[in-house]
């Protein structure tokens, strides 16, 4: 879509205004000033900014970064459990965000939250090979060949193909680091279970190049930036 076409979709200016705004240098497209109204831009994946400011929140899409507690559930209702979304405290409309991908009940840290279901596809997808990296605790020592199998694949149970490469870092005895780009169920737990062990802490430290904020202590969030949006939906 033309660039102006877009700017006043997306906000109350009309095109001749939004037209003005570009030739300003008002508006930036993946960080770029770009002064030419008919300039085709991608919706689903160009952040732009106008006066600095993402228009993906005009449009409703809303980009969340969590670190979130044990206890919790990646789901938007439970009549059991306490969800994640009740520790988004100062956000409207719930039901309208999801998270991307899930992490079990008693496992901590980064989880993704949106309203934009192509950018979390761009994430969940094996096909886009987003690595997701865990700090997992584990009950005994690891056995010798553990890397050499996490990197050629595992067959986990009860399922037909191998889980796909995956990296696998010693930290001490009993901790390391594992990344992967896939989710399947419980696929960590049934990752060490399928190498004889059992994991007992599970920590996820980073999507992609996004890792979680020191900042952010437990059950803490805050809104990724426009560039931390645009760096996570990338597809190539
Ligand atoms: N793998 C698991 O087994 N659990 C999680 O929460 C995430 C990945």
């Not at 508006?27 to 993402?54: F, H, P």
């Not at 449009?59 to 059991?80: T, V």
């Not at 991908?101 to 279901?117: A, N, P, Q």
Request: a negative charge.
């Amino acid at each position: 879509m033309r660039l102006d076409k877009y700017l006043s979709q997306c906000t109350q200016l009309t095109r001749s205004l939004a037209t003005t705004a570009i030739r300003q240098g008002r508006v930036r497209v993946n960080e770029k000033i770009i002064k030419s109204s008919s300039q085709k831009i991608n919706e689903d994946t160009d952040i732009v900014l106008l006066n600095g400011q993402a228009l993906a929140d005009k449009l409703g899409h809303r980009y969340f970064i969590l670190n979130k507690p044990a206890g919790f559930i990646c789901a938007n209702h439970d009549l059991e459990h306490k969800v994640v979304f009740e520790l988004l405290n100062n956000e409207i409309n719930l039901d309208r965000l999801h998270t991307v991908g899930r992490l079990d009940v008693d496992t901590t840290g980064l989880v993704l939250i949106s309203d934009d279901g192509q950018w979390s596809h761009t994430i969940t997808s094996p096909k886009y090979h987003q690595e997701k990296t865990y700090h997992v605790e584990l009950a005994q020592p690891l056995i010798e060949d553990a890397q050499e199998q996490v990197e050629k694949g595992i067959m986990l149970h009860g399922e037909t193909h191998l889980t796909k490469p995956g990296k696998l870092e010693h930290i001490s005895d009993t901790h390391v680091s594992l990344s992967i780009t896939e989710g399947r169920y419980h696929q960590v737990k049934r990752m060490f279970a399928a190498l004889g062990n059992r994991v007992v802490g599970l920590h996820r430290h980073s999507i992609g190049e996004l890792a979680l904020d020191e900042t952010l202590q437990e059950g803490e969030y805050r809104a990724l930036t426009p560039q931390e949006v645009l760096l996570l939906g990338k597809t190539s």
